[in-house]
């Protein structure tokens, strides 16, 4: 069974719409000591300014991620993913994504195009 859990990685200074990663991990702790080279000078300038926070009723976050992060989650691997699938129109992930890969939000301008 499936230990990992969908965690969030931002600098608590820019706040998570200037940047967040997508971290696979069985505890936060894990999360935030995988994450935090890969996010360090990127986003984070130092261990205190990082802030991961679990991912609640985001199950499908496992489903849209490319076939190597899903290859590290059969495997119960802790990962980070730098770049997770995000909308088509408005760029943000963390939501579910419709199968030409607009969210919710964008349905109906996908509609419009």
């Known amino acids: 069974m499936n230990t990992l859990k969908p965690y969030m990685g931002y600098s608590r200074e820019c706040g998570e719409d200037e940047g967040a990663y997508l971290i696979f991990a069985h505890n936060i702790r894990?999360?935030?000591?995988?994450?935090?080279?890969v996010m360090f000078g990127d986003l984070v300038e130092d261990y205190i300014d990082m802030v991961v926070r679990l991912l609640k009723h985001k199950d499908f976050l496992f489903e849209q991620v490319d076939p190597w992060s899903?290859?590290?989650?059969?495997?119960?691997?802790?990962?980070i993913v730098d770049d997770p699938p995000c909308c088509k129109s408005c760029l943000t992930w963390g939501y579910p994504l419709n199968a030409n890969g607009f969210c919710e939000d964008c349905e109906p301008e996908e509609v419009l195009r």
């Open 30 to 37: 894990e999360a935030k000591r995988i994450g935090y080279p």
């Open 70 to 79: 899903r290859d590290k989650i059969a495997k119960d691997e802790a990962h």
